[in-house]
């Protein structure tokens, strides 16, 4: 099945601080790749789209100067977020897309605590 | 407003009986409709998928049916076992929102042995 990795899988920084979390496909090219953030006990909530080449689509919110989304080859997306507050730490997931499937594949997610 | 509702919000099953989550849309055009299974500190992992054009689709010990005319689609886990225990999330997409998922709140079931 196709394959989604999340580095790194845990993070924790200082107020102030940005943080770069990588999302990759590993056997397949995504077209399309999303942002969720996840809270404890509670749904997935899309932050942006990204495709392939193109600017990101943030969802209502969701503020595209925190949130930097860059997705500049078909297996790679990057969100970065700068800096960060503590009020910004939750679990932070990637999925991915081909153009062929139109499920989504989701990463492990990443862990952000910021202090 | 929530596109995809889902119920229960929790469920605990026996050991090998059947675990059943249900899902309600508004949405006609939605045409696509996956399940995903999530533990703890894990990202989802898609379950099974359905589309309209069916009224059941079974994988081993899941089963989707699908209610058109009533907006409805349900997970069956037949022969619940603990290792089953975990959130999961029904979902609907369709071509016109560029394939976004929009996602139930969620079901956390729990197989008690």
């Known amino acids: 099945g196709a394959v989604v990795s999340q580095h790194p899988s845990w993070v924790i920084c200082k107020s102030g601080t940005s943080v770069k979390i990588e999302c990759r496909s590993l056997?397949?090219?995504?077209?399309?790749m999303f942002w969720y953030r996840q809270f404890p006990k509670q749904s997935l909530m899309l932050m942006a789209t990204s495709n392939e080449g193109s600017k990101a689509t943030y969802e209502q919110g969701v503020e595209k100067d925190k949130f930097l989304i860059n997705h500049a080859s078909l297996t790679l997306s990057t969100l970065t977020v700068t800096s960060a507050h503590p009020e910004d730490s939750s679990f932070y997931i990637c999925s991915a897309s081909d153009r062929v499937a139109e499920t989504q594949y989701f990463g492990p997610g990443t862990r952000l605590l910021v202090l | 407003q929530q596109q995809v509702k889902q119920s229960p919000q929790s469920l605990i099953v026996q050991k090998g009986g059947i675990s059943i989550i249900n899902c309600a849309y508004e949405?006609?055009?939605?045409?696509?409709f996956p399940w995903y299974q999530q533990f703890p500190g894990k990202g989802p992992a898609l379950l099974i998928a359905i589309r309209p054009d069916v009224s059941e689709k079974k994988e081993g010990r899941f089963t989707i049916s699908f209610n058109k005319s009533a907006k409805q689609f349900s997970l069956h886990i037949m022969d619940s076992q603990p290792g089953d225990s975990a959130t999961y999330f029904c979902?609907?997409?369709?071509?016109?929102?560029?394939?976004?998922?929009?996602f139930g709140t969620g079901t956390s079931l729990t197989v008690i042995p």
């Open positions: 979902a609907a997409s369709s071509p016109n929102t560029g394939n976004q998922f929009y």
């Open positions: 949405n006609t055009a939605f045409d696509y």
């Open positions: 056997d397949f090219q995504a077209t399309t």
